[in-house]
């Protein structure tokens, strides 16, 4: 059984850094896509950014210059670096991880890390 465990969340001052991890168990395979949502207090969960297999990011508009995503294919592990971050960055973290080898494609979440960005 698929399993994605997100760590590294917590309560950090704005213009504070935080590194959260993604990581999966319970595969055979390898992600094409690997991302991070996130879902502000009271607000629908919002993109914060990809990473494709091959390493090609995108990120949301209101994290780029700040986040970065990155993963390591043989750990099946992605990360997201957090740097500089603002009170509006406050929300529950989600990993998610899509494969694209059957059909349907394969699509999994994790349970979500909390983030708090006091001011």
Known sequence: ????????????QA???????????????????????RQPP????????????????N??????????????NAENTVYLQMNSLKPEDTAVYYCNALYTGTFPPRNYWGRGTQVTVSS
């Not at 059984?1 to 950090?12: I, N, T």
């Not at 213009?15 to 949502?37: D, K, Q």
């Not at 009271?42 to 090609?56: A, P, S, Y």
């Open 15 to 37: 213009g504070g850094s935080l590194r959260l991890s993604c990581a999966a168990s319970g595969i055979i395979f390898s992600f094409n896509v690997m991302a991070w949502y």
């Open 42 to 57: 009271g607000k629908q969960r919002e993109l914060v950014g990809t990473i494709r297999d091959g390493g090609t990011t």
């Open 1 to 12: 059984q698929v399993q994605l465990v997100e760590s590294g969340g917590g309560l950090v």
């Open 59 to 72: 990120y949301a508009d209101s994290v780029k210059g700040r986040f970065t995503i990155s993963r390591d």
